[in-house]
């Protein structure tokens, strides 16, 4: 089923520090699987960090810790209605998902997704304010096949809120050598228009102080 919610730009304040913890451990604990996997489910293999008792008031992390926190990166691409879109503009300061994939990916891509979707709506019954403050991004890595308005109509099956990114191949491997992760690449064999498409789908979880923590 298509979750429809509104898309906007979102004017409010972020979250006050008092209340990162909170909406960072409502996020992760809502996610049903880790943070971090790859096409070919071997390069990167899910880590789990440390759990902690939710119930207890702590957090259970899921995914890997990074020992030393990522900056939110600094590229431009465009959205699906073909604006420019300085991520780090957009979502400085909020909580922000940052998802690199491509439409046709046959596994990894659509449960990530579908899980995001999923850990976000958990989050309806929280503080009205909590699930506005969460911004999911994904970058569409196969230049010739991700275009604005397949890149749109796939993202509305899993959550319309969703933005998704768009580019050149040249624009697309500057965008990810930003994000600290390898450039994604086409698989030799296949067809000119079915072919699949190693990268690295990392799962970036970006909190207000513009760092990533996690992934």
């Known amino acids: 089923a298509i979750v429809t919610r509104r898309r906007s730009v979102r004017t409010s304040l972020p979250v006050p520090r008092s209340r990162l913890l909170p909406l960072v451990a409502a996020l992760v604990w809502a996610w049903p699987l880790g943070l971090v996997a790859c096409c ?11 759990r902690r008792d939710a119930q207890a ?6 995914g890997r810790v ?15 209605e073909e604006a420019a879109y300085p991520i780090h503009e957009r979502t400085a300061g909020r909580l922000t998902l940052l998802v690199f994939g491509y439409t046709p990916c046959p596994d990894v891509c659509p449960s990530h997704l579908g899980q995001i979707a999923e850990a976000i709506r958990s989050l309806e019954d929280r503080p009205p304010d909590i699930q ?21 109509a796939w993202l509305d099956h899993f959550d319309s809120s969703f933005v998704g990114l768009v580019g050149s191949a ?45 992934r």
């Open 132 to 152: 506005e403050q969460v911004q999911m991004v994904f970058v569409g890595v196969d230049a010739e096949r991700d275009t604005a308005p397949r890149v749109r």
């Open 40 to 50: 070919d489910g071997g390069s990167f293999a899910s880590k789990a960090g440390e």
């Open 170 to 214: 040249e624009e697309l491997a500057s965008a990810q050598t930003a994000a600290l992760i390898a450039p994604a690449a086409r698989d030799e064999g296949g067809t000119d228009t079915s072919y699949t498409v190693s990268h690295a789908s990392y799962v970036l979880l970006y909190t207000p102080d513009d760092r990533a923590h996690l």
């Open 66 to 80: 990074l020992s030393a926190p990522l900056e939110r990166p600094t590229f431009t691409l465009r959205d699906t």
């Open 57 to 62: 008031g702590r957090v259970a992390w899921r």
